[in-house]
Every structure is written in structure tokens, then in C-alpha cells.
């Protein structure tokens, strides 16, 4: 089957499974995940969408998440966003005699309750703030990879002393969006706090402008790119406020003109003689603690990391590393916490190993793990959680043991002064390599990264395989799945439910990923 055909008929195969194109309200997709916000929760068949083969594992919080997984996602969601729009346009009139499914009293009972529901899950004030700020950063990511990975193409003919007239041009296409990042971070901030776009990346566009070197603040001179992707973020969230103040206030014949002005006026006086500075300040004390933190106590602060970025993934804490991951990236070339955040996924499938092992009886999660493990070494964790160690809880736990060990491995070198970084943010696991930068040369940095990965993928093994399972666990999932011709006989040809789904389903002896516990962002 041709790709194309392949794709829309992973869209065709999922549209029906979630109640049809006029169930959907929004569609948008993240590095992993196709995310839909639907109309009615309850017309969706999570067992049908997760017995899918292109589907991972679903994930329900502001919006109901399927997982499919790097490259896959971005072919599907066009695919799926043209089924609806194709079913919307095919969608018969309403005649004035044609009676409503329910009525107005029962619909607005319905969406109220939805929304409560919604509202009591996920929707504290922290989490929401730090949604917003993963939605700033999220689409930034492809240009992040794709930039990361020339720039480090460009360091190897450098040092190799390849191609010198082509170097330049590599440099450039490398350089030239980290140049400007501001200017999308400013953006994409306004869009995502209700304001116009392009008067957040205006805004923002002061910041990168190589006039403000002519301006003092502060007592110093202003240096372009001064306060990064948290000055343009501060700068954007302020117009934001100052151009809804404007609607509220400005007359309506003199919007068009007043409010852009205005906007960009107070805005850009506030960022020039304000915002850069202390932002500034507050990019260099992020980088500074982060030499400092891995120069000095690099092996326990890589153990704390890799052990407890998964238990962040889970509760969408891992979402306020994002802007810091960007700063030291704009900072150094590289964020330095990224390969050791990186490990927590080496954990994960070194315990994912040692399940196989543990349960040689149940086919059904050993088939789980076969069809997930190469995801999991490519850095795409949430098979691998949601289908097997949270559901049996006590793996989970050994897999973050794991993921500390490779972090303190990566971090102890980190201290002995042989810096591990990333390029850019998004990819882990072996997708890392490309990506990979540091102070001693490509081969140590790949030598080390590589150890931490090893190290992890064994400490995950060992502490699952000797501590991941207790008597009554064992005795409960280590039988076998597939039940006897007689027994499908008798039930009508149906199978017993009795292990946790192939794709990523709870099972009722650990722990609910339906629980706002859960990932809400790709991982």
C-alpha cells in the first residue's frame, strides 16, 4: 500500500472510533500525538482505537490524545483533518422540520458535565500555565531538529576540513532560525494568550534588532538577542495585556489604528528599558547554575534527573523545562540536560526487557513489548509506559531506578568536565545521536551518551527483573492469555479479558494512566 493510501486509511480507520467528524471540535498534533478536543467523551471506543495497529496508546487530559508515534502523526493529521472537513461538507442541511437529537435543556446539561469533568482532571492553574508555556515551544521543535542536526553536519566537515565553500552555507541555514527564535517564541505566545500574533512577534523582534546595541539600560549597553527566548516570551505576554486593554477602551472607529500603535509602544518601551535586562540576568543564572550544578555535583544531580523525569512526565511538570532546555540551547549550542533527562527512557526499556523475561506465560504483554520496544529505543516512551510498566505499577518504578543510574552516569562525566549536550529538544533515545554536542569532540560525546544509555538499559533490567515483581503479582499476569479452544466455545467465541490490553491500556491491578496522573504532553 502505497504511503499516502496508508495514511488516510489509519484517519479513515480512527475517525468512526471517536464518534465521527461531527464529534470533532479541534485537531491539532504534537511531536507523537494526534490531539483532538471532542464534543461528547462518551461516543469515543478507547479499546477499539488501542486494538488499531498504528495506534500506540491513548492519553485523555485537555484534549483526548492518540498516540502514533514521530513522522507517523504528521502524515495522518492532514489526512484526518481533510475526513472531516470532507464529512462536514457532505453533511445534509437541517429542514426546518427536522427535530433535534436531543434538546437544547439536555445538550447544555451534557456539556456542562463534560466540562466539570474535564475541569475537576486537569485543569489547576499550574498545569494550565505550564500547558501554554509547552504550546509556545511545542511547534518550535521541528525547526529545533532540523537546524541541530546541520549545525552538527557543519561541525564535522569543519573539524574534518570537507567541503570549506559549503561550510558557510551550512552555517547559515544552521544559525539563521536560532537568529530570529525570538520572533516565533514572541508569536506564538500571543496566539496562545488570546492576543494578535504578529504584534507578539513585533514585539519580540526588538529584542534580536541590532539597533538596540545604540541603547542603554540600566547602566549597560543593551546587546542584541539580550534576555532570549524569555525576554521575547515576557515581551509577547505584555502586548497581549496591553492590546485587550486597548479593545476595552479604544474607540471602535479608531481601533485598527490606536491599538496597534499603542501596543507596540508600550510593549517595546517596556522590553528596551525593562524586560532585556532582567531577562538577561535570568538567562545567564540559568546557565550559570547549570555549569555549576553539573561541574560540581554532576553523578547525584544526573541520578536525581534520569530518576525523576518520568514521575514529571506523568504529572506534565516536565513542560517547565521546555523554556530552559531553549535558553541554554540559544546560550551555549546545546542544553547540557537533555541527554541526561534522556536516560529516564534507557530506564523504561530495560525494564520493559526484564517483563518479557519475568512473564514468559503471558503472550499478550510479551507481544506488547516486541511491538514497542524498537519505538521505546528510538526515544517514544509512551508505548512502553502506558502498555506495560505503569499498568503493573512496581515496574514503573524500577524503570525510573534505571533511568537515575544512566543519568548519573552521563552526569558523573559531566563533572569530570566532559559536557554532554543536545543540540535540540524533542528526540531521546537513540534518535539522540544526530543531535549530540559537546566540549571534547564528537566521538567522546557519542562514547559517553552511549554508556549512559547502557548503563541505563541494565539498571532498568537488573531492578525490574529482581524487584519489579511480588508473589501476587507474578502468580496474577504470569499465566498464559490465550484461552482454550473449549473455552472459546463456551463463551460464544470471545476471549477473556483477563491481561492488560496489547496497546497501552490499564489493567485494574496498577496504576489507571486514565488518572490525571498521565502524560498531557509528547514525551
Known sequence: MATEDKNRATAAAILPLVGGGANVASIAHCMTRLRLGLHDRSLVDDEALKALPAVMGVVEDDTYQIVLGPGTVARVSPEFEQLVEEGRAAAPEPTPGDAPAVSADELAAQGAAIKAQQKAKNATPFKLFLRKIANIFVPLIPALIGCGIIAGLNGLLVNLEWLPSVTPALAAMASGFMALIAVFVGYNTAKEFGGTPILGGAVAAIIVFPGVANIDAFGQTLSPGQ????????????????????????????????????????????????????????????????????????????????????????????????????????????????????????????AAMAVYFRL????????????????????????????????????????????????????????????????????????????????????????????????????????????????????????????????????????????????????????????????????
Not at 535586562?277 to 543564572?285: H, L, Q, T
Not at 542544553?335 to 533527562?341: E, G, H, N, S, W
Not at 510498566?389 to 569530570?416: D, W
Open 227 to 350: 534576555g532570549g527566548v524569555l525576554g521575547a516570551l515576557g515581551a509577547a505576554v505584555l502586548a497581549v495585556y496591553v492590546e485587550k486593554w486597548c479593545r476595552r477602551w479604544v474607540p471602535e472607529a479608531l481601533d485598527v489604528l490606536v491599538t496597534p500603535t499603542l501596543t507596540v509602544l508600550i510593549s517595546g518601551l517596556v522590553t528596551i528599558f525593562g524586560l532585556m535586562y532582567v531577562a538577561g540576568e535570568i538567562s545567564s543564572a540559568i546557565g550559570t547554575f547549570a555549569d555549576w550544578l553539573l561541574s560540581n555535583g554532576g553523578a547525584g544531580a544526573g541520578f536525581v534527573l534520569g530518576g525523576l523525569f518520568l514521575p514529571l512526565v506523568m504529572l506534565g511538570l516536565h513542560q517547565a523545562l521546555i523554556p530552559i532546555h531553549t535558553t541554554l540551547i540559544e546560550q551555549q549550542g546545546y542544553t547540557v540536560l537533555l541527554p541526561i533527562l534522556a536516560m529516564a527512557g534507557a530506564g523504561q526499556v530495560g
Open 360 to 523: 514468559p506465560r503471558n503472550e499478550s504483554i510479551r507481544r506488547t513489548i516486541k511491538s514497542a520496544l524498537p519505538a521505546g529505543l528510538l526515544g517514544v516512551g509512551e508505548p512502553l509506559i502506558y502498555g506495560v510498566s505503569l499498568p503493573l505499577g512496581r515496574p514503573f518504578i524500577t524503570a525510573c531506578v534505571g533511568g537515575a543510574f544512566g543519568g548519573g552516569f552521563v552526569g558523573l562525566f559531566n563533572q569530570l568536565g566532559d559536557t554532554v549536550g543536545s543540540t535540540a529538544i524533542g528526540p531521546s533515545g537513540w534518535a539522540l545521536f544526530p543531535l549530540l554536542d559537546g566540549n571534547h569532540g564528537l566521538g567522546s560525546t557519542i562514547a559517553i551518551y552511549a554508556g549512559g544509555l547502557l548503563v541505563g538499559y541494565v539498571a532498568g533490567f537488573l531492578a525490574t527483573y529482581f524487584f519489579g515483581f511480588g508473589k501476587d503479582l507474578l502468580a496474577e499476569f504470569n499465566v498464559s492469555q490465550e484461552p482454550a479452544p473449549s473455552t472459546i466455545a463456551a463463551t460464544g467465541g470471545t476471549t477473556p479479558a483477563t491481561a492488560p490490553p496489547a496497546k497501552g491500556s490499564p489493567d485494574s491491578g496498577g496504576t489507571d494512566p486514565g488518572s490525571p496522573a498521565k502524560a498531557p504532553a509528547g514525551v
